[in-house]
């Protein structure tokens, strides 16, 4: 985390297909559109109405990107958080704001939707390869792997990550 960077918490609905792809290091990355629209109540008339609406670039890496690939469709109500940043692109010869979050966390909107979660489950040198920077430190050379009791007999690629 930098300092005085902006963190928001965004609701919404996925307005695009996601784009995966790897960059040159190997690592994941997703993108898509997030459409949010506020509601607001019309005392006059008694009923909600849309209020200011807002399309923003989410992009995300990783472990994030590759489940965010396989789980997140067109038209589903997610909840975004993540690092927004504001930066101008010039385009036709203007200039213009593209809004954009990197995301560290999406979830399903339950109030909207219900989900039933399958965690993903990869060796932990694979996790820790595979993580965000910010969420697991890097393993110095000269430590061993985590080994508890009773997993040394079972396969690596069926070991649970400890969380």
Same mark, same amino acid.
Request: aromatic share 6%; with cysteine; hydrophobic share 40%.
């Given at each position: 985390?930098?300092?005085?960077?902006?963190?928001?918490?965004?609701?919404?609905?996925?307005?695009?297909?996601?784009?995966?792809?790897?960059?040159?290091?190997?690592?994941?990355?997703?993108?898509?559109? =997030?459409?949010?629209?506020?509601?607001?109540?019309?005392?006059?008339?008694?009923?909600?109405?849309?209020?200011?609406?807002?399309?923003?670039?989410?992009?995300?890496? @990783?472990?994030?990107?590759?489940?965010?690939?396989?789980?997140?469709?067109?038209? *589903?109500?997610?909840?975004?958080?993540?690092?927004?940043?504001?930066?101008?692109?010039?385009? *036709?010869?203007?200039?213009?704001?593209?809004?954009?979050?990197?995301?560290?966390?999406?979830?399903?909107?339950?109030?909207?939707?219900?989900?039933?979660?399958?965690?993903? @489950?990869?060796?932990?040198?694979?996790?820790?390869? @595979?993580?965000?920077?910010?969420?697991?430190?890097?393993?110095?050379?000269?430590?061993?792997?985590?080994? =508890?009791?009773?997993?040394?007999? @079972?396969?690596?690629?069926?070991?649970?990550?400890?969380?």
């Amino acid at each position: 985390m930098a300092y005085n960077e902006t963190r928001v918490t965004i609701c919404g609905n996925v307005a695009s297909s996601v784009t995966h792809t790897k960059v040159g290091t190997g690592f994941s990355r997703a993108k898509f559109r =997030l459409f949010s629209a506020e509601r607001v109540w019309d005392e006059k008339d008694s009923r909600w109405s849309d209020g200011s609406r807002m399309f923003l670039t989410v992009s995300c890496w @990783r472990m994030l990107a590759d489940n965010a690939q396989a789980s997140l469709n067109k038209g *589903d109500p997610v909840v975004v958080t993540g690092r927004l940043t504001i930066r101008d692109v010039e385009f *036709d010869g203007k200039s213009q704001p593209v809004v954009e979050v990197e995301a560290t966390a999406i979830g399903p909107n339950l109030a909207l939707c219900t989900a039933m979660p399958t965690r993903t @489950r990869h060796t932990p040198d694979a996790v820790e390869a @595979r993580a965000a920077p910010e969420i697991v430190a890097p393993r110095k050379p000269d430590e061993l792997p985590l080994v =508890l009791p009773g997993e040394a007999e @079972r396969p690596k690629e069926v070991a649970e990550v400890p969380f």
